[in-house]
T-cell receptor, first 114, second 116 residues
Framework: DTEVTQTPKHLVMGMTNKKSLKCEQHMGHRAMYWYKQKAKKPPELMFVYSYEKLSINESVPSRFSPECPNSSLLNLHLHALQPEDSALYLC?????????????FGPGTRLTVT | GESVGLHLPTLSVQEGDNSIINCAYS??????FIWYKQESGKGPQFIIDIRSNMDKRQGQRVTVLLNKTVKHLSLQIAATQPGDSAVYFCAEIPNAGGTSYGKLTFGQGTILTVHP
């Protein structure tokens, strides 16, 4: 199984809502990532988890809160978002040893903040 | 042809032609590079990678060339097919090997359109 799954595929939320994005992989990867991608732009790294510990936070606003409950799951909790946070949110995972840094990406969640 | 400006660079080719997509990177500490393909509505898909101790690597129909002197990376696609139409991103990782994960920085991307 070389698949990263993300739910939901689409999400529309108001600025006062609380929602969560979910990501799952069963490849035994110990590094997991959240990226944000705006239209016609490259993905931008938000968070990196390594061995279920937060390793990188790329100065992301606190209205985005990541969580890694176990080695297969990664969540992104959303609260009080702004319309400019509307984007494609991508999850990825990679092996934990340095033979390759290939990151496997999920299909993304298309988020619209109204 | 290829154009660079305020929009994503674009490359239009005929089916069967060879395509060359270029990428300039800025971080001289980057020692691992990946090419990704992203089709509309999908996440990026790994194509090929190369470490900085190599200058060329070949895959199935694809070749990546690395010129560290001028910090330039290219992706060559042989016998391009309509299914190759997508946005192509180069990505770099600085100081790879120092951590158990890769902090990818993506380039701006190139739109490849293949005409039948």
């Amino acid at each position: 199984d070389t698949e990263v799954t993300q739910t939901p595929k689409h999400l529309v939320m108001g600025m006062t809502n609380k929602k969560s994005l979910k990501c799952e992989q069963h490849m035994g990867h110990r590094a997991m990532y959240w990226y944000k991608q705006k239209a016609k732009k490259p993905p931008e790294l938000m968070f990196v988890y390594s061995y279920e510990k937060l390793s990188i936070n790329e100065s992301v606003p606190s209205r985005f809160s990541p969580e890694c409950p176990n080695s297969s799951l990664l969540n992104l909790h959303l609260h009080a978002l702004q319309p400019e946070d509307s984007a494609l949110y991508l999850c990825a995972s990679s092996q934990d040893f340095g033979q390759t840094y290939e990151q496997y990406f999920g299909p993304g969640t298309r988020l619209t903040v109204t | 042809g290829e154009s660079v400006g305020l929009h994503l660079p674009t490359l239009s080719v005929q089916e069967g032609d060879n395509s060359i997509i270029n990428c300039a990177y800025s971080n001289s500490a980057s020692d691992y590079f990946i090419w990704y393909k992203q089709e509309s509505g999908k996440g990026p898909q790994f194509i090929i990678d190369i470490r900085s101790n190599m200058d060329k690597r070949q895959g199935q129909r694809v070749t990546v060339l690395l010129n560290k002197t001028v910090k330039h990376l290219s992706l060559q696609i042989a016998a391009t097919q309509p299914g190759d139409s997508a946005v192509y991103f180069c990505a770099e990782i600085p100081n790879a090997g120092g951590t158990s994960y890769g902090k990818l920085t993506f380039g701006q991307g190139t739109i490849l359109t293949v005409h039948p």
